[in-house]
C-alpha cells in the first residue's frame, strides 16, 4: 500500500521489448536472451565492486545492487538485467540469521525443523523491503526500454536450505519432513512462500517489468510430492503477485533444475512460462506441456531456456551448434526466450557469452 504501481502497458517502457513480447507470445524483432547469474564472478568489474563487502550486504546497499545489476547488461547487450540480490535476501530482511559463504552457499545460524522453529519465524514487514525498492527505482530507471526481471526463491529450494540449514545433494531434510510432518512442512512452507511472494511484489512494485520465481531444487521431488507438498505454496506465491500479471501485466517465469516429469505441474502454478534446464530439449518440453494442458485449458506456454552451462567452455564450434540447435528446438514454442539451462559458471570467460548473444541476435527471430 502507498506505492505507485506502474504495472500498465501505458506507463512501461519495455512493453514493446523482445523479451516481454516473447513471454507474452508475439513475435519479438530480435530473439531475446539474458543468463542466470549473468551479474557475478565471471565478470572482473563485478569482482572490483565486491571486494571487501559480503554478498548479503551488497544486496541491501541500493547503488551497488544497482551498478552490479547494469554491468551485465552494458557489456553483453543481454534483453534483460536479472536484479542483483538472493532468495534467502528475504531472510535476512526478516532478521532469520543467515549468511552466504564463498563457494558453499547460504548457511543459517540455526536449521529451522520443528513446530516450535517454524512458530517463532518473524514475518518479513513492508519497511524493511525499502533498500530492495529503492534498488530497483535506481535501476529501472537507468535501464531505459530493457526491462529488468525480478525474482524470488519458489517455497521448497528456500525450505530446503532452511530445513537444511545449509546447501544440499539430496534435500533430505524438507523430503522428510512434508511426509512425517506434514503440518510441519504446511507452515514453514506458507512462511517461504509468504516471505518471498512479499520480496517479488516489491521488486514489480518498484518497477521490474518481469519476475522469475527459482525452484532451483525442485528436480528432487516426484510427481507426486511436487503436486501435493509443493505446487500449492508455489501457487501461493503467485498469487501475491497474479494481480500485477495477467495478459497485459507483468509475465512471470517459473524455473528449476532436473524438472523434465514436473514441467506441467510448474505452469500449473501459475506461471505465464516455463524455464527448462539443459537435460530436456526444449521441442520435447513444448510436446509435453501441450500433451497435459491444465485446468484451465492451458498446453502450450512461452519457454526459456536452455544453453548447457558446460559447452561455455567447449570451444566457439561446438558452442555454436549447439546454441543453433537451442534455437531451432526453441522455435516450436508460442515464445522462447533464450538462457542458460542453469547459471553461468564462475569461470566462465565473459567473452565467450557477449558472443552468445551476438549469435542469437543474427539469427532472424
Ligand atoms: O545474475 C544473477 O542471476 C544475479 C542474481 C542472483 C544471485 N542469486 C546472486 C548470487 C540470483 C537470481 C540468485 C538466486 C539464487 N541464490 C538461487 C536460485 C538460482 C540458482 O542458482 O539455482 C539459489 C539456489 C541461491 C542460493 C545461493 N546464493 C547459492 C547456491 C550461492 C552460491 C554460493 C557459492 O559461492 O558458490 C549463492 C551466492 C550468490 N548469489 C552469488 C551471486 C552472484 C555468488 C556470491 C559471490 O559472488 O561471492
Redesign the pocket.
Known amino acids: 500500500a502507498g506505492h505507485p504501481l506502474v504495472t500498465d502497458d501505458a506507463t512501461r517502457s519495455t512493453a514493446r521489448s523482445a523479451l516481454i513480447t516473447a513471454l507474452r507470445g508475439g513475435t519479438p524483432d530480435r530473439r531475446p536472451v539474458w543468463?542466470?547469474?549473468?551479474?557475478?564472478?565471471s565478470l572482473p568489474e563485478?569482482r572490483q565492486l565486491?571486494e571487501g563487502i559480503s554478498?548479503l550486504d551488497s544486496c541491501l546497499q541500493p547503488e551497488l545492487a544497482s551498478e552490479i545489476t547494469l554491468q551485465?547488461v552494458r557489456r553483453h547487450d543481454v534483453d534483460a538485467g536479472?536484479?542483483?540480490?538472493?532468495?534467502?535476501i528475504p531472510l535476512r530482511l526478516a532478521e532469520v540469521g543467515v549468511d552466504?559463504?564463498?563457494?558453499?552457499?547460504?548457511v543459517l545460524d540455526a536449521p529451522v525443523r520443528t513446530a516450535a522453529d517454524v512458530a517463532a519465524l518473524p514475518e518479513l514487514t513492508e519497511e524493511s523491503l525499502e533498500p530492495i525498492r529503492e534498488a530497483v527505482r535506481l535501476t529501472v530507471a537507468e535501464l531505459g526500454s530493457t526491462p529488468l526481471i525480478g525474482?524470488a526463491?519458489a517455497p521448497f529450494?528456500l525450505a530446503a536450505?532452511m530445513v537444511e540449514g545449509k546447501?544440499s545433494r539430496d534435500h533430505l531434510g524438507p523430503r522428510t519432513m512434508m511426509h512425517a510432518e506434514p503440518d510441519t512442512w504446511n507452515a514453514l512452507a506458507s512462511w517461504a512462500a509468504r516471505a518471498s511472494g512479499h520480496f517479488l511484489r516489491a521488486q514489480i512494485e518498484a518497477g521490474a517489468s518481469a519476475g522469475q520465481l527459482?525452484d532451483?531444487?525442485a528436480g528432487s521431488l516426484s510427481l507426486g510430492d511436487y503436486l501435493t507438498h509443493v505446487q500449492p505454496h508455489s501457487a501461493a506465491a503467485f498469487a501475491q503477485v497474479a494481480d500485477l500479471a495477467g495478459p497485459d501485466g507483468v509475465p512471470l517465469i517459473h524455473f528449476g533444475?532436473g524438472t523434465s516429469e514436473i514441467l506441467p505441474a510448474m505452469r500449473d502454478a501459475g506461471a505465464s512460462a516455463v524455464g527448462v534446464d539443459y537435460r530436456l530439449p526444449l521441442d520435447e518440453a513444448h510436446r509435453r506441456l501441450t500433451a497435459t494442458p491444465g485446468a484451465d485449458g492451458r498446453g502450450a506456454v512461452p519457454l526459456q531456456g536452455n544453453i548447457d552451462p558446460a559447452l561455455l567452455e567447449a570451444g566457439w564450434d561446438v558452442l555454436e551448434a549447439h546454441v543453433r540447435g537451442v534455437i531451432e528446438a526453441g522455435s516450436v514454442a508460442p515464445g522462447h526466450v533464450l538462457n542458460l539451462g542453469?547459471?553461468v559458471p564462475?569461470h566462465t570467460d565473459p567473452t565467450v557469452l557477449t558472443r552468445v548473444v551476438e549469435l542469437i541476435h543474427s539469427v532472424a527471430p
Do not use: L, N
Open positions: 543468463f542466470m547469474r549473468q551479474a557475478g564472478r563485478y565486491r554478498m551485465p536479472i536484479f542483483f540480490s538472493d532468495i534467502v552466504i559463504v564463498p563457494g558453499v552457499g547460504p525474482f526463491g529450494t536450505y546447501p527459482f532451483s531444487w533444475t542453469h547459471g564462475p
